[in-house]
C-alpha cells in the first residue's frame, strides 16, 4: 500500500492518541473513568468551526478559545457529577456525550445534519507551503505529511508538559487520589478540585485532538464524535498501557495499524461480509485486550492495584 | 553514411511508431471500479443494495464488451466508509492505492466532502455520490465529482408541482412536512417548504423524526393532525416502514395524499411497508426510469441475481459504474485523469443516443474514438459545469397495486415561473 | 405521573395529552423489558453490560433465521429467547467468570463488554447482511379506546411485557432462587458463607437476563415492523436510563423507570420538535444521576 494510505492511518493515531493522553490523566493516573470525551471533543471542534465560519475569526485566534470552551464544559459536566461513584460517573459522563452530539445535528446554530465547512482554509495554505518546502526534498508528492508532522508534534509536546506535571507535586496528589480518596481527602487535599482539574485537562486534550481530526477531514460533522470513538480511544489505553504516557502512541500507532490494515485482509467473502468480519475482529481485539494483559504492553501491574 | 544513418533512423522511428500504436490497440483496459459502501454504520441498510447495484454493472457491461468486440474488463473493489467521514477518507486511500480508477459512491455529503478534499481531487479520481445535497459544490472539485442523482433543490420544486398538480395549486393549502432526520431529507424539507410558501401555501411542520426511536406514534400523529391537505414524507424504506404502520394506525391517514421523493421510488413495493401505508401515495423521481426498456433489462438483471432487493438510488448507481466504463473504453485507458476527462464525452448532448440495450453499440461506437450520449437507466445526464446532472425532467408516479406507475413527467425548472 | 398527566391535558388538550401519554406507555413497555435483564445483571454481578443491547438484537435475528426454515412466528420466538439465555451462560463461561477470578478492574470489564458489543452485533451482520429485515407481523392494526387509538401489536406487547415483568419481580421477591440473587446482589462474600451456590445463581442469573433480553428484542421488532443489526445498540442507552432510574436490581424498578422515560419522551414531543426525543432520554439519565442516584425504588449506593 502507497505511503499516503499509511501515513494517513499515522495522522488518524496521532489524533486518537491526543485523545487518549486526556483518557489516561482520568484513568490512570486520577482514577476517573470518563466516557464522555468525544462530546469535548465535539464541543471544542464545533466551537472553531463555529467561530471561523459565521464570526469570521482566523482559525489560529479560534482554536485556543475553542479549547477554553471545552475546558469550560469539563469543568461543567464535573461539577455535578464527580462526586457519584465510578461507574455512574461514566454513565453520565456517556449520557451528556450524547446530547452534545444530539444537540450538534439537531440544532440549528450547529449547522444540524449539513454540518460545517469551509474553517480549514488557513491551515490548507500553511500544508501547502509545507508542502512546496518538502518538495525540495523530493518529498512533496506526500500530501498527507505536513498534518502527519503537525499532529505527532503536538502529541509530544503534550506528551512532554504531561509527564512534567506528572512529576510535580500536583501529579503526585493526582496518583493519591487514584488510590486511596479518602486518604487524600483526610490528607486535607481538596479532592474535588484535582478531579476538576484532570478533567478539564482531559477536555482540553480531546479539543486539541479535535482540531486536527477535522483539519484531516475538513468538514465537521456530528457522527465524527460519537461514543464509537472513545471506546476504541480506551482500547488503545489499555493495549499502550495503563499508566503510561508514552504507551498512548505505540497503543495507538497498532490498533489504528490493525484497524486499518485489515482492509486489506480479502477472503473469499462478499465486500458486505468482510466489513462485517473486520468488525467482528476488532471486537475480538477489544474483548481479549479486555482479559490477556490488563497492564497493556507498556504499563506496570502495579499500577493497576486500586480501588474502583 | 547520412543517407544509411537516415534511412535507418527512418525505419527505427516507424518501427516505433507502429509498434506503438500496435501495442495501443492490442492492450486490453483493466478497470478497477472501487465501490465506498455504508457496510457497517447507521447508513449499514443502503449497503448491500448498493453493492450489487455496482457489481451488476460492472458484469453486464463486460459481457457487452465482450460481444462487441471491444477490449475491456473491468473489476469491481469494495471499502466500508462505516457512515464517519474520517473511515471514508482511509476507504478511499484504500481503494485508489489497490488501483481503482473511480469510485461509486459514497452515501452522504459530509463523506463525499472529506474524499474529494483528502484524496480524489489529486489524484483526479472521478466519485460519484448519492448525495444530493447542494453543499457538495461549495468545494472546487476540478471537475471530478459527478452526480446522477438530481440535487435536492430540483427535486424540491418536483415535489412542489406534484402537489399543485393534485391540489390544484399551493396556495391556501395546508401540507405537513416530516422528514428522517439526516442530510437528505433536511435539504429537501427546508427546499420544499421555501418553495411552497413563496407560493401561499401553509406548512405544518417540518416534523423530524430520529429513525432509531422506539415508537413513532407522537410523529405520525403530528403530521395528520389538523388534517392537512397532504403530506411530504421524505424518508427511506426500512424507516417508513415503521412510520407509515403509525401513520395508518393513527386512523387519520389518506395515503393518496402522501408524496414521497426519490429515496422511496421502488418498482415493486417491498414486504415490510404495509400497503394502506403507500397504496395511491404518489411521489417523484428523475428522468424516465422504470416504464423503459433499460429499466426492464436492469430489473430482471437484479431479480435474476438474488440477494438483496431493490433499495433506493440502486438504478444511480448502476448508471454512475456503467458510465465510467464507458468512460474508460473511450479514453482506451485506465487512467483515472483520462477517464475523468472523456465523462463529458460519453454523455454529450446531441450526440447519437445510446441506452442499456444497446450497450454493446455503444461501446461500438466510444472505442472508435465517436462521442456519444449514453442515456442511462433512471434518464438522460447533461451534465452541467459543476457535474450535476442538468435533466430537470421529473416523474411524478403512484403507486398502484404495489406497484410504481409513472403518471405525468414535468419540467422541475418551470416550476418558479 | 399523574398529576403531570392531568396538567398536560389542562395544557394541550386532553386527546393530545391522553395519545403521548399511551404512546409513553409503548414505549415504556419496551425499555422496561429491555431494562429488567440490564438491571439484573448490574445488581447481582456489578457489571455494566454494554452488551445488553446486542442480547436482543441476537434473540431477534436467530427468530428470524427459525421463521425462515418455516417455524411459524410464537415457536419461532420461543427458540430465540431460549437461544439467547444459552448464550448469555455461555458468555459469562467463556468472558465474565474468568474476569471475576482475575478481579480486574471496571475499565477491563467496560473494554470487554463493548468488545463483546461488537462482536454479536457484526456477528449477526455478518450472516444477515446489514439488510432491514421485518418480522411480518400486522403492525397497522389499532384499537380505538375513545379518540384515542393503540396499535393491537403494541397492545399485545405491552401486555406480555407487563406480565412478564411482573413474574420477575414476584420471583425475585418470593421464591428460593429470587432471594439468592438478592442475597448475593447485596454481598456476595456473606451469600457464599451463608451456604448459597452462588456460582449457581449467577447462572441463573444470565440465563434469566438473556431470556429476558431475547424477549425484548423480539417483541420490539415484531411491533415496530422492521430492524437491522443496529437496532438493540441504539436503544441501549435508554435501557441504562430505564434501569438506573428503577433503582439497580429492582426489576419493578425497571417498569418504573421505562414507564417514565417512555412517557417523557413523548410527553415531549408535545412541545419540542420529536427530533430531540433522544436526547430528552439521556437528560432525564443524567438528572437522575445527580439527583436521584438511588433511583425511584432502588437501595443502591449512590456515592463512591
Redesign the interface.
Known amino acids: 500500500?502507497?505511503a499516503?494510505?499509511w501515513l494517513?492511518?499515522g495522522v488518524?493515531a496521532g489524533v486518537y492518541a491526543i485523545f487518549v493522553l486526556g483518557l489516561q490523566i482520568n484513568v490512570g493516573f486520577t482514577g476517573l473513568l470518563n466516557l464522555g470525551q468525544a462530546g469535548f471533543m465535539g464541543i471544542g471542534a464545533y466551537a472553531m468551526g463555529m467561530l471561523v465560519t459565521d464570526a469570521g475569526w482566523s482559525i489560529w485566534a479560534a482554536m485556543p478559545v475553542a479549547v477554553l470552551v471545552a475546558i469550560g464544559a469539563g469543568l461543567l459536566v464535573g461539577l455535578p457529577s464527580l462526586r457519584l461513584r465510578s461507574d455512574y460517573f461514566a454513565i453520565a459522563t456517556i449520557a451528556f456525550a450524547e446530547i452534545v452530539r444530539y444537540t450538534l445535528?439537531?440544532a440549528n446554530f450547529a449547522g444540524?445534519?449539513?454540518?460545517i465547512?469551509?474553517f480549514d482554509q488557513a491551515w490548507r495554505d500553511v500544508a501547502d507551503g509545507l508542502l512546496n518546502w518538502l518538495d525540495r526534498f523530493g518529498l512533496g508528492g506526500y500530501?498527507q505529511l505536513p498534518l502527519f508532522v503537525a499532529v505527532w508534534v503536538a502529541f509530544g509536546l503534550c506528551l512532554a508538559g504531561l509527564k512534567l506535571l506528572q512529576a510535580s507535586p500536583w501529579g503526585r496528589v493526582l496518583r493519591a487520589i487514584r488510590e486511596d480518596e479518602t486518604a487524600a481527602a483526610a490528607l486535607g487535599k481538596n479532592v474535588l478540585v484535582y478531579k476538576l482539574q484532570s478533567l478539564g485537562i482531559a477536555a482540553a486534550l480531546a479539543a486539541l485532538a479535535g482540531f486536527f481530526?477535522s483539519l484531516?477531514?475538513?468538514?465537521l460533522?456530528p457522527?465524527?464524535f460519537?461514543p464509537t470513538f472513545t471506546f476504541l480511544g480506551y482500547a488503545i489505553l489499555v493495549l499502550g498501557g495503563f499508566a503510561s504516557y508514552g504507551g498512548v502512541a505505540v497503543g495507538a500507532i497498532l490498533l489504528w495499524a490493525v484497524i486499518?490494515g485489515l482492509?486489506?485482509l480479502h477472503l473469499p467473502l462478499?465486500?458486505?461480509q468482510?466489513?462485517?468480519l473486520?468488525?467482528v475482529l476488532i471486537g475480538l481485539v477489544l474483548i481479549l485486550l479486555g482479559m490477556l494483559r490488563p497492564q497493556g504492553l507498556l504499563g506496570r501491574k502495579a499500577e493497576m492495584q486500586f480501588s474502583q | 553514411m547520412i543517407g544509411n544513418k537516415f534511412v535507418a533512423a527512418m525505419l527505427a522511428a516507424g518501427l516505433a511508431v507502429a509498434s506503438w500504436t500496435a501495442g495501443a490497440q492490442a492492450d486490453p483496459v483493466n478497470l478497477t471500479i472501487g465501490?465506498l459502501?455504508?457496510?457497517?454504520?447507521?447508513l449499514?441498510?443502503t449497503?448491500?443494495?448498493q453493492?450489487k447495484a455496482v457489481k451488476l454493472a460492472v458484469q453486464f457491461a463486460n459481457e457487452q464488451a465482450a460481444k462487441a468486440g471491444v477490449q475491456i474488463t473491468a473489476k469491481d473493489?469494495?471499502?466500508?466508509v462505516q457512515?464517519?467521514?474520517?473511515a471514508a477518507?482511509?476507504?478511499a486511500?484504500?481503494l485508489v492505492?489497490q488501483g481503482a480508477s473511480c469510485l461509486i459512491g459514497p452515501s452522504i455529503?459530509?463523506e463525499s466532502?472529506?474524499i474529494a478534499?483528502?484524496v480524489t481531487i489529486?489524484k483526479r479520481v472521478t466519485i460519484w455520490p448519492t448525495g444530493t445535497?447542494m453543499?457538495l459544490r461549495?468545494?472546487k472539485d476540478e471537475g471530478t465529482i459527478f452526480r446522477t442523482v438530481p440535487p435536492d433543490s430540483l427535486q424540491a420544486l418536483a415535489l412542489v408541482a406534484a402537489a399543485e398538480d393534485k391540489l390544484g395549486g399551493a396556495s391556501g393549502k395546508l401540507v405537513s412536512v416530516i422528514y428522517r432526520?439526516?442530510?437528505y431529507?433536511?435539504?429537501l424539507a427546508k427546499n420544499f417548504s421555501s418553495a411552497w410558501q413563496a407560493k401561499g401555501g401553509k406548512i405544518q411542520g417540518p416534523?423530524?423524526?430520529?429513525p432509531?426511536?422506539?415508537?413513532f406514534?407522537?410523529?405520525a400523529?403530528?403530521v395528520v393532525a389538523n388534517n392537512p391537505d397532504a403530506y411530504i414524507i421524505i424518508d427511506y424504506?426500512?424507516?417508513y416502514?415503521?412510520l407509515g404502520?403509525?401513520l395508518?394506525?393513527?386512523?387519520k391517514f389518506d395515503p393518496t395524499k402522501g408524496f414521497v421523493a426519490d429515496a422511496l421510488a421502488l418498482s415493486t413495493v417491498p414486504?415490510?411497508i404495509?400497503p394502506?401505508?403507500i397504496e395511491g401515495m404518489r411521489g417523484t423521481e428523475g428522468g424516465t426510469p422504470t416504464g423503459t426498456d433499460a429499466y426492464k433489462i436492469f430489473d430482471s438483471l437484479w431479480q435474476k441475481a438474488g440477494g438483496?432487493?431493490h433499495y433506493s438510488l440502486d438504478a444511480n448507481s448502476f448508471d454512475a459504474a456503467t458510465l465510467c466504463f464507458l468512460a474508460a473504453a473511450q479514453a482506451k485507458s485506465s487512467d483515472p485523469g483520462a477517464i475523468t476527462d472523456h465523462i463529458r464525452s460519453v454523455t454529450t448532448p446531441g450526440a447519437p443516443k445510446f441506452y442499456l440495450t444497446n450497450l454493446a453499440d455503444a461501446l461500438k461506437a466510444v472505442d472508435s474514438g465517436q462521442k456519444i450520449d449514453y442515456i442511462g437507466v433512471v434518464g438522460a445526464f447533461d451534465f452541467a459545469d459543476n457535474g450535476d446532472p442538468t435533466i430537470s425532467l421529473f416523474d411524478i408516479f403512484e403507486y398502484q397495486k404495489g406497484k410504481l406507475v409513472v403518471i405525468k413527467q414535468i419540467d422541475a425548472a418551470r416550476v418558479t415561473e | 405521573m399523574s398529576l403531570t398527566a392531568l396538567v398536560l391535558a389542562a395544557v394541550v388538550g386532553p386527546v393530545?395529552a391522553g395519545?403521548?401519554t399511551?404512546?409513553g406507555l409503548?414505549?415504556a413497555g419496551?425499555?422496561a423489558l429491555g431494562a429488567v435483564g440490564l438491571t439484573l445483571v448490574f445488581g447481582v454481578l456489578r457489571l455494566v453490560n454494554f452488551a445488553h443491547g446486542d442480547m436482543l438484537t441476537f434473540g431477534t435475528y436467530v427468530t428470524l433465521g427459525v421463521t425462515a426454515l418455516g417455524l411459524p412466528f410464537w415457536p419461532a420466538a420461543a427458540v430465540g429467547v431460549v437461544a439467547t439465555a444459552v448464550l448469555a451462560v455461555l458468555l459469562d463461561r467463556l468472558i465474565w467468570e474468568p474476569l471475576r477470578r482475575a478481579r480486574t478492574s471496571t475499565l477491563q470489564l467496560f473494554l470487554a463488554a463493548t468488545g463483546l458489543a461488537i462482536v454479536l452485533r457484526?456477528g449477526v451482520?455478518f450472516f444477515a447482511?446489514?439488510?432491514?429485515?421485518?418480522v411480518?407481523l400486522?403492525?397497522?392494526?389499532?384499537v380505538?379506546i375513545g379518540p384515542w387509538?393503540?396499535?393491537t401489536l403494541?397492545l399485545a406487547v405491552m401486555l406480555i411485557g407487563l406480565v412478564t415483568i411482573v413474574l420477575a419481580g414476584l420471583g425475585l421477591r418470593y421464591t428460593r432462587l429470587g432471594k439468592e440473587m438478592r442475597a448475593v446482589s447485596d454481598n456476595i462474600a456473606l451469600a457464599e458463607v451463608s451456604g448459597i451456590d452462588t456460582r449457581r445463581t449467577i447462572r441463573i442469573t444470565w440465563l434469566a437476563a438473556g431470556g429476558l433480553a431475547g424477549l425484548a428484542g423480539i417483541l420490539?421488532a415484531a411491533a415496530?415492523?422492521?430492524i437491522?443489526?443496529?437496532?438493540g445498540f441504539?436503544?441501549l442507552l435508554?435501557l441504562f436510563a430505564a434501569a438506573i432510574l428503577g433503582g439497580i436490581g429492582n426489576a419493578y424498578g425497571a417498569l418504573a423507570g421505562g414507564i417514565v422515560i417512555?412517557l417523557a419522551q413523548?410527553w415531549s414531543?408535545?412541545f419540542f420538535?420529536?427530533?430531540w426525543?433522544?436526547a430528552v432520554g439521556f437528560a432525564i439519565l443524567i438528572l437522575t444521576l445527580l439527583l436521584l442516584p438511588r433511583g425511584i425504588m432502588g437501595r443502591g449506593k449512590a456515592r463512591a
Not at chain 2, 432509531?212 to 415508537?215: F, K, N
Not at chain 3, 400486522?138 to 389499532?142: A, F, G, H, Q
Open positions: 500500500m502507497s499516503d494510505f494517513g492511518v488518524t445535528q439537531n444540524g445534519n449539513q454540518g465547512i469551509g500530501t481530526l484531516n477531514v475538513t468538514y460533522y457522527s465524527e460519537d486499518e482492509r486489506f462478499s465486500d458486505g468482510m466489513g462485517a473486520r468488525f | 465501490k459502501l455504508e457496510v457497517t454504520g447507521p449499514s441498510d449497503g448491500p443494495s453493492d473493489i469494495g471499502a466500508d457512515g464517519d467521514p474520517q477518507l482511509s476507504a486511500r484504500s492505492d455529503t459530509p466532502i472529506a478534499n483528502g489529486r445535497s453543499r461549495t468545494i432526520n439526516e442530510p431529507g433536511e435539504g416534523i423530524v423524526f430520529d432509531a426511536q422506539a415508537t406514534d407522537s410523529e400523529g403530528q424504506p426500512d424507516t416502514a415503521k404502520a403509525a395508518v394506525r393513527t386512523g414486504n415490510n404495509p394502506q401505508a438483496a432487493e | 393530545a395519545q403521548a399511551l404512546n409503548v414505549a419496551y425499555f457484526y451482520q447482511t446489514g439488510q432491514v429485515r421485518s411480518g400486522d403492525t397497522t392494526s389499532s380505538d387509538h393503540l396499535g403494541q420490539y415496530i415492523g422492521s437491522n443489526p443496529n437496532f441504539t436503544i435508554s417512555g413523548e414531543t408535545l420538535n420529536p427530533r426525543k433522544p
